[in-house]
């Protein structure tokens, strides 16, 4: 017994001095630790919003979303790949200042489109959300950020400003949420206002705080600029397309939600469902970003890492099964009970997803983007299509149905290609050994 606990405890020290695995515990504890703060923070926005007000705030939420997959036009993604085989440091500056650059460019862009969306949707104008969304409209480059810092930080691998950028703007959208509930509860002014001033100001303030400690550069803003538009017609175009498809059907599900309802309260439970069975998704995705360089070296994914994290993702969604019920029966009260149906086939989805992302990481870091390319689009097209068939019958519940259905054919889509470049090497993805 004392030699078992001494090799376990030489283990957990070697554990301990790895630094992949401290930036994973950092990543994964953000992560998680983000996951109660956002559940009590909805809790506190929908009884201040009311079910209804909720589904408004999810489905401009939801429009924004949809934007951000869109309007980066994998921009992004090549300025990854370009930092991803940079070992310069004041390089990778000049990289993130051009993408900097590109961003705002981006956002131009983007302002035109949803000012005419927002001018002639009759969806928006039905529900007295028109006026409102324009007035979001010149906050839309902040939304941008998001997937600039998942692919810069991720490419330099930043896991502790990552985990920032993940973790802190849930830390003051909870704490705003505690300042409304004790001192808003009778306010009569425009609440979804309220809501959506937290919610760009939480992320603004981390992204400033994030994008000075990183550094930029806007030296050389023509050379970087090329160099990542090279990168965009060989590996960012078709990491784009592919999310194109893929990301902006799963974006897409909340909004047709809306257009098929009377109000948008079916918004907000599929929002929620989402967001209580994220842990799902986050299990395999924190374990890929950590190791995404590594992957890059490597010709196959360890199968102990690709077994651990299969197991690590199946309990949680035991433990999803187990405690939705309970939890939102006490806490978000009864006319919110249809969410706990939503939420166990919204998890199951999840999962399937988290994993194939799991996957995808290790295509990404080997730059097969055509692969990638390929699978999403598959994926995208099968949740387009089954959204379109279930949604307008089961309303949100068959937008979950739809998560199952697209994360099957992802899972099978990412191994099909995983194994494809693993070579004639005998590859067993539930942990055996080779």
């Given at each position: 017994?004392?030699?078992?606990?001494?090799?376990?405890?030489?283990?957990?020290?070697?554990?301990?001095?790895?630094?992949?695995?401290?930036?994973?515990?950092?990543l994964?504890?953000?992560?998680?630790?983000?996951?109660?703060?956002?559940?009590?923070?909805?809790?506190?926005f929908?009884?201040?919003?009311?079910?209804?007000?909720?589904?408004?705030?999810?489905?401009?939420?939801?429009?924004?979303?949809?934007?951000?997959?869109?309007?980066?036009?994998?921009?992004?993604?090549?300025?990854?790949?370009?930092?991803?085989?940079?070992?310069?440091?004041?390089?990778?500056?000049?990289?993130?200042?051009?993408?900097?650059?590109?961003l705002?460019?981006?956002?131009?862009?983007?302002?035109?489109?949803?000012?005419?969306?927002?001018?002639?949707?009759?969806?928006?104008?039905?529900?007295?959300?028109?006026?409102?969304?324009?007035?979001?409209?010149?906050?839309?480059?902040?939304?941008?950020?998001?997937?600039?810092?998942?692919?810069?930080?991720?490419?330099e691998?930043?896991?502790?400003?990552?985990?920032?950028?993940?973790?802190?703007?849930?830390?003051?959208?909870?704490?705003?949420?505690?300042?409304?509930?004790?001192?808003?509860?009778?306010?009569?002014?425009s609440?979804?206002?309220?809501?959506?001033?937290?919610?760009?100001?939480?992320?603004?303030?981390?992204?400033?705080?994030?994008?000075?400690?990183?550094?930029?550069?806007?030296?050389h803003?023509?050379?970087?600029?090329?160099?990542?538009?090279?990168?965009?017609?060989?590996?960012?175009v078709?990491?784009y397309?592919?999310?194109?498809?893929?990301?902006?059907?799963?974006?897409?599900?909340?909004?047709?939600?809306?257009?098929?309802?009377?109000?948008?309260?079916?918004?907000g439970?599929?929002?929620?469902?989402?967001?209580?069975?994220?842990?799902?998704?986050?299990?395999?995705?924190?374990?890929?970003?950590?190791?995404?360089?590594?992957?890059?070296?490597?010709?196959?994914?360890?199968?102990?890492?690709?077994?651990?994290?299969?197991?690590?993702?199946?309990?949680?969604l035991?433990?999803l099964?187990?405690?939705?019920?309970?939890?939102?029966?006490?806490?978000?009260?009864?006319?919110?009970?249809?969410?706990?149906?939503?939420?166990?086939?919204?998890?199951?989805?999840m999962?399937?997803?988290?994993?194939?992302?799991?996957?995808?990481?290790?295509?990404?870091?080997?730059?097969?983007?055509?692969?990638?390319?390929?699978?999403?689009?598959?994926?995208?097209?099968?949740?387009?299509g089954?959204?379109?068939?279930?949604?307008?019958?089961y309303?949100?519940k068959?937008?979950?149905?739809?998560?199952?259905?697209?994360?099957?054919?992802?899972?099978?889509?990412?191994?099909?290609?995983?194994?494809?470049?693993?070579g004639?090497?005998?590859?067993?993805?539930?942990?055996?050994?080779?």
């Amino acid at each position: 017994m004392t030699r078992v606990w001494q090799t376990a405890r030489v283990q957990f020290e070697r554990l301990k001095d790895n630094t992949r695995v401290r930036q994973a515990a950092v990543l994964y504890l953000a992560s998680f630790a983000g996951i109660p703060l956002s559940i009590v923070t909805s809790i506190v926005f929908t009884r201040f919003l009311g079910p209804s007000g909720y589904g408004d705030f999810a489905f401009l939420d939801s429009i924004f979303d949809f934007a951000k997959i869109i309007f980066p036009l994998g921009l992004f993604h090549a300025a990854n790949r370009a930092m991803v085989i940079n070992r310069d440091p004041l390089r990778s500056k000049q990289l993130q200042g051009a993408g900097i650059v590109l961003l705002f460019a981006l956002f131009v862009i983007m302002a035109l489109v949803l000012l005419l969306y927002g001018i002639t949707d009759t969806n928006l104008a039905s529900k007295g959300l028109d006026r409102f969304f324009l007035y979001l409209i010149p906050f839309g480059w902040i939304f941008l950020f998001e997937p600039y810092f998942n692919n810069v930080l991720h490419a330099e691998n930043r896991i502790y400003e990552l985990s920032a950028i993940r973790f802190l703007p849930k830390v003051i959208t909870f704490m705003a949420a505690l300042l409304i509930f004790f001192t808003m509860r009778d306010f009569e002014g425009s609440r979804l206002a309220v809501i959506w001033s937290v919610y760009l100001f939480a992320f603004l303030s981390i992204y400033i705080i994030v994008l000075i400690k990183t550094g930029f550069s806007f030296r050389h803003i023509r050379q970087s600029t090329t160099t990542i538009l090279g990168y965009y017609r060989t590996y960012g175009v078709h990491l784009y397309s592919g999310s194109l498809v893929f990301a902006g059907a799963l974006a897409l599900s909340g909004i047709l939600i809306s257009y098929f309802s009377d109000d948008n309260t079916g918004v907000g439970f599929f929002a929620l469902s989402l967001a209580i069975s994220r842990p799902l998704a986050l299990i395999p995705g924190v374990i890929a970003t950590t190791w995404f360089r590594d992957f890059a070296s490597l010709g196959s994914i360890p199968p102990r890492m690709t077994f651990l994290t299969s197991v690590m993702t199946l309990l949680t969604l035991i433990l999803l099964y187990l405690l939705t019920g309970p939890f939102i029966s006490f806490f978000y009260g009864e006319s919110f009970l249809p969410l706990i149906q939503i939420t166990y086939i919204s998890g199951t989805g999840m999962a399937l997803h988290g994993m194939a992302g799991f996957f995808t990481r290790f295509l990404e870091a080997r730059g097969r983007g055509r692969a990638v390319r390929n699978a999403n689009m598959l994926t995208g097209l099968s949740v387009f299509g089954s959204n379109l068939l279930l949604i307008p019958v089961y309303a949100e519940k068959g937008a979950a149905i739809s998560l199952i259905l697209s994360g099957f054919i992802y899972l099978a889509g990412v191994l099909f290609y995983y194994h494809r470049l693993a070579g004639n090497e005998k590859i067993h993805t539930f942990g055996r050994d080779k």
